[in-house]
T-cell receptor, first 112, second 115 residues
Framework: ELKVEQNPLFLSMQEGKNYTIYCNYS?????LYWYRQDPGKSLESLFV?????AVKQEGRLMASLDTKARLSTLHITAAVHDLSATYFC????????????FGQGTTLQVKP | NAGVTQTPKFRILKIGQSMTLQCTQD?????MYWYRQDPGMGLKLIYY???????DKGEVPNGYNVSRSTTEDFPLRLELAAPSQTSVYFC??????????????FGPGTRLTVL
């Protein structure tokens, strides 16, 4: 059974600092997704990582995937308050049907 | 495009009642999904569909049923509601995993309370 674990689960940081969120998963998969959720809102897609070594960047966020280590990272550079949200990673458990297993989420709080 | 729409936004049910959560997408996506999100947790897949007439169970299907008669609609039926079904329900759609943009697009959610 595929398990997806994120750490940390809660992260409070100052504006301008860098930090990394980790997403580990327990069985082989080549498809990993990152989503953002604001309080009381729906999920917004951030990144789709489809192969080993994939790296994608958007603004202050960069995501990478190492399928051999079964690890994805979401790196935050020079955090700003607008990045405060909960971030989820999700792994495709089926390979071709989009049956996603989600991590517990990492709640990021960026303080001015 | 409205994207993925869900109705109702909120609902309170009594134990044992039934209801249908509606989900519609206007992006001509073949793949559709139903998730539930309990407080402070990630999403869990209830049911999914890879096309009209095709549905299959996810992680937590017990107490739910789905149908997919058209590409656009994917209703979720709760029979005999129980307090354990109190949750936020999200519908999502995707163009499919064989495309380069196969991420899932989520609806706004339905907040359901069973008392």
């Amino acid at each position: 059974e595929l398990k997806v674990e994120q750490n940390p689960l809660f992260l409070s940081m100052q504006e301008g600092k860098n930090y990394t969120i980790y997403c580990n998963y327990s069985t082989t998969s080549d498809r990993l997704y990152w989503y953002r959720q604001d309080p009381g809102k729906s999920l917004e897609s951030l990144f789709v990582l489809l192969s080993n070594g994939a790296v994608k960047q958007e603004g202050r966020l960069m995501a990478s995937l190492d399928t051999k280590a079964r690890l994805s990272t979401l790196h935050i550079t020079a955090a700003v308050h607008d990045l405060s949200a909960t971030y989820f990673c999700a792994v495709d458990s089926s390979g071709n049907t989009g049956k996603l297993i989600f991590g517990q989420g990492t709640t990021l709080q960026v303080k001015p | 495009n409205a994207g993925v729409t869900q109705t109702p936004k909120f609902r309170i049910l009594k134990i044992g009642q039934s209801m249908t959560l509606q989900c519609t997408q206007d992006m001509n996506h073949n793949y559709m999904y139903w998730y539930r999100q309990d407080p402070g947790m990630g999403l869990k897949l209830i049911y999914y569909s890879v096309g009209a007439g095709i549905t299959d169970k996810g992680e937590v299907p017990n107490g739910y049923n789905v149908s997919r008669s058209t590409t656009e609609d994917f209703p979720l039926r709760l029979e005999l509601a129980a307090p354990s079904q109190t949750s936020v329900y999200f519908c999502a759609s995707s163009p499919g995993t064989q495309t380069s943009t196969d991420t899932q697009y989520f609806g706004p959610g339905t907040r359901l309370t069973v008392l």
